[in-house]
């Protein structure tokens, strides 16, 4: 008879095994491509001036306005200045502030806004009540103009005309709305998505398993039948009674020029890696002297990182926060905590705490904060990552000067109303088409815009 061969079963086995990961590992591809909550990129005009910092006011001085401009613009300067001891319908630090425009007239809430101690020196009967009721809490002075603080009285104005919406933990009006809608929504979309594709996984992994130890039966079925046949030649019994040899596939020539070619390329790939890692902190994580959580601050609390590092927009460094911001809070909450003792105890020796320094650049290079966070737009994420996530702050990204570099090559500048830019666009345009003018185009890669 003719030769009976199982090579055609073994290649049917290797054909299922092969469609069913390939099959996984689309799955997985998609389920990384799935969309997640991300910063919204850069158009070719790039971010906005400023866009991370306070607006500009749009309101005049001395009266509350519905202007959505005035509105907007107090909602980031009250959730930079403001929302770290005030909420609109709740008792934080201090009082809630709804209707505070109906409470007070806008030409006494000026004055207490920049410097309530002198008006509760001065003896102000309403000043002075307040005082006394939240335990004599001083709030800090604040630097904003009139037309400044006539945006964020809008802006509660606006805020206390919605109903209240309860959330866990306390969240009210705008922050609710963020909570419990865009954010819920998408870590919830999220959350599903990513459960269905765990579970599709398992399943098709299951499956796999089921038709591989199927299959294996039916081969040494197969084989069973086979042994039982008088008609074999002796090439099908050669193939029929053969063994898999390990010993015979480590004992090839190729096998071990194979792993012997591969063991280089790693010792070669890891030494590679340790030289270029020199004089790199990425990771660093050093321990602090106050067990400090930017997750519980920025995080669960939603501090906004300028309330502490109050010259991230307007200075070359972000500032390391004095003791006496941790006391506007820390004054009334927690204040039998060890960690926060540790802050009275720096107080009354008149030391600053020893705080270790994580982030730091080579004196040879030249950087600036608030040409990036003012200027440029750049969230704080984008250099310090998920800091809002770390409870103990870690250096996230490499501060290289190729990752510098390469930001600057691919970050686009918003050049729109800046007559500056006018002539610039136009040459770059012409010799560039469609490409985005970014950061590199106006010179962001040149030697000494770092180095001087």
Same mark, same amino acid.
């Given at each position: 008879?003719?030769?009976?061969?199982l090579?055609?079963?073994?290649?049917?086995f290797?054909?299922?095994?092969?469609?069913f990961?390939?099959v996984?590992?689309?799955?997985?591809?998609?389920?990384?491509?799935?969309?997640?909550?991300?910063?919204?990129?850069?158009?070719?005009? &790039?971010?906005t001036? +400023?866009?991370?910092a306070a607006?500009?006011?749009? %309101?005049? =001085? *001395? #009266?509350? $306005? !519905?202007?959505?401009?005035?509105?907007?613009a107090g909602?980031a300067?009250?959730a930079?200045?403001?929302?770290?001891?005030?909420?609109?319908?709740d008792?934080?630090?201090?009082?809630?502030?709804k209707?505070i425009?109906?409470r007070?007239?806008i030409?006494?809430?000026?004055?207490?806004?920049?410097?309530?101690?002198?008006?509760?020196?001065?003896?102000?009967e309403?000043?002075?009540k307040i005082?006394?009721?939240?335990?004599?809490q001083?709030?800090?002075?604040?630097?904003?103009?009139?037309?400044?603080?006539?945006?964020?009285?809008?802006y509660?104005?606006?805020?206390?005309?919605?109903?209240?919406?309860?959330?866990?933990?306390?969240?009210? &009006?705008d922050?609710? +709305?963020?909570v419990?809608?865009?954010d819920?929504? %998408?870590? =919830? *979309? #999220?959350? $599903? !998505?990513s459960s269905?594709?765990?579970?599709?996984?398992?399943?098709?992994?299951?499956?796999?398993?089921?038709?591989v130890v199927?299959?294996?039966?039916?081969?040494?079925?197969m084989k069973?039948?086979?042994?039982?046949r008088?008609?074999?030649?002796?090439?099908?019994?050669?193939?029929?009674?053969?063994r898999?040899?390990?010993?015979?596939?480590y004992r090839?020539?190729?096998?071990?020029?194979?792993?012997?070619?591969?063991?280089?390329?790693v010792?070669?790939?890891?030494?590679?890696?340790?030289?270029?890692?020199?004089?790199?902190?990425q990771?660093?994580?050093p321990?602090?002297?106050i067990?400090?959580?930017?997750?519980?601050?920025?995080?669960?609390?939603?501090?906004?990182?300028s309330?502490?590092?109050?010259s991230?927009?307007?200075?070359?460094?972000a500032?390391?926060?004095?003791?006496?911001?941790?006391?506007n809070?820390?004054?009334q909450?927690?204040?039998?905590?060890?960690?926060?003792?540790?802050?009275?105890?720096?107080?009354?020796?008149?030391?600053?705490?020893?705080?270790?320094?994580?982030?730091?650049?080579?004196d040879?290079?030249?950087?600036?904060?608030?040409?990036h966070?003012?200027?440029?737009?750049i969230e704080?994420?984008t250099?310090?990552g998920?800091?809002?996530?770390?409870?103990?702050?870690?250096?996230?990204?490499?501060?290289?000067?190729?990752?510098?570099?390469?930001?600057?090559?691919?970050?686009?500048?918003?050049?729109k109303?800046?007559?500056?830019?006018?002539n610039l666009?136009?040459?770059h345009?012409?010799?560039?088409g469609?490409?985005?003018?970014?950061?590199s185009?106006?010179?962001g890669?040149?030697c000494?815009?770092?180095?001087?």
């Open positions: 008879m003719n030769s009976i061969r090579r055609p079963l073994s290649h049917f290797l054909a299922l095994f092969l469609t990961a390939a996984g590992n689309s799955t997985a591809q998609q389920a990384d491509a799935a969309p997640v909550a991300t910063a919204p990129a850069a158009s070719k005009d &790039g971010v001036p +400023g866009s991370t607006a500009a006011p749009a %309101a005049a =001085a *001395g #009266a509350t $306005t !519905g202007d959505a401009a005035a509105i907007s909602n300067l009250f930079q200045n403001c929302a770290q001891c005030h909420a609109i319908n008792v934080v630090v201090g009082p809630a502030l209707d425009h109906k007070r007239p030409s006494w809430l000026i004055p207490w806004i920049k410097n309530s101690s002198k008006l509760v020196a001065s003896g102000d309403y000043a002075v005082f006394n009721q939240y335990q004599k001083q709030m800090p002075s604040f630097q904003l103009s009139d037309a400044e603080i006539t945006s964020i009285i809008s509660v104005a606006a805020e206390s005309d919605k109903p209240a919406q309860a959330t866990a933990g306390g969240a009210t &009006g922050n609710a +709305g963020k419990d809608g865009q819920a929504g %998408a870590t =919830a *979309g #999220a959350g $599903t !998505g269905t594709i765990d579970i599709l996984l398992i399943v098709l992994v299951v499956v796999l398993l089921v038709l199927t299959l294996v039966i039916i081969a040494n079925i069973d039948v086979l042994r039982g008088k008609d074999l030649d002796g090439r099908d019994v050669e193939q029929l009674e053969s898999f040899d390990l010993g015979k596939i090839s020539p190729v096998v071990r020029g194979l792993a012997l070619g591969l063991f280089v390329l010792v070669l790939y890891e030494s590679v890696q340790g030289v270029m890692a020199i004089g790199l902190a990771g660093y994580q321990t602090q002297p067990a400090f959580s930017h997750k519980l601050h920025a995080g669960e609390n939603q501090i906004n990182c309330y502490c590092h109050t991230v927009y307007k200075s070359k460094s500032n390391i926060p004095s003791a006496n911001i941790c006391m809070c820390h004054s909450i927690k204040t039998e905590s060890p960690e926060i003792k540790k802050i009275y105890r720096a107080i009354e020796r008149k030391q600053p705490i020893q705080w270790v320094r994580i982030h730091n650049l080579p040879l290079a030249y950087f600036n904060h608030s040409q966070t003012q200027v440029g737009g704080c994420q250099c310090h998920p800091i809002q996530n770390m409870e103990v702050v870690y250096q996230y990204s490499p501060l290289t000067m190729g990752w510098c570099i390469n930001c600057h090559r691919e970050t686009p500048l918003n050049t109303g800046n007559g500056y830019y006018n666009v136009k040459l345009d012409k010799a560039n469609a490409a985005p003018f970014t950061v185009s106006n010179g890669t040149e000494s815009k770092c180095h001087y």
